[in-house]
């Protein structure tokens, strides 16, 4: 994510940040597909300030439609002149994307959480919330020994012992969870830069893959596992329904758009 540096036309495109007006690709904060979007001509300037390092800045909002799902973004930078400074707020706020219906409410909130911390360049607080989904991840999928242990790191090793979780992705988890206590307790620990916060949002989104989403899919395609969407969708279609089935987006069963969620 920019935060803090020059971004001009020149700048190479890089399609795991947000889009901005001057890399306009990268994640939908709508649909959560990789795609390139159009920059619509209007823009608002919000405001200007003065930074002692660099001048006079100019905050400025623009428009991006994503050319997959045809909605539209709001992105908020701080210019100089024709360049970009830094990305303030992104508009929905990027989250969990199109996450599979099976994916643990809980762990899912949380990470959805975490990438909203993220989106505002809270680095902290988004290692706090990503190792908070960690943790939830071991009540739902660790073992008993695990699940009843009260520190996450003896709890991710009882599940590397028992097979639970792959050697690589317990080293990654046993990272999430240092990173996370350093934002918890800055007055103890280092402080999280942007990139070791990024870096834990990929991997936690690679362990929901691994662990809940690709298992789905296999019951999905050996007939295993069966839906009950449309009959959730009927349901809420029903005069008294608090929410129709046109309002809710499979943010792992959370519309984020609408707030809230467990």
Known sequence: ???????????????????????PSGPCPRCGRVSNFKLEEKSLSLRQFRRPSVGWVREQADLLTCNGCQETTVVVTERFGDREYGLVHVYPAPGAGLLDNQVNDRVASTYD?????LSIGANRAAA???????????KDKGNPKAQGERHLKTALRHMKEAGDLHKSLWEWADHLNQLGNEGAHPEDYDGVTAEEAEGLGKFLRHLIRHEYE?????LRDQGLLKEDDADADADADEPGSDMSSTERTPYGGLNPHLGGGN
């Open 128 to 138: 706090v919330m990503f190792r908070s989904a960690l943790s939830l991840f071991v």
């Open 1 to 23: 994510m920019a935060s803090q540096r020059f971004l001009g036309s020149s700048a190479p495109s890089n399609p795991d940040t947000i889009p901005t007006p001057s890399d």
């Open 214 to 218: 690709m298992p789905a899919q296999l």
């Open 113 to 117: 959480e975490g990438m909203k911390c």
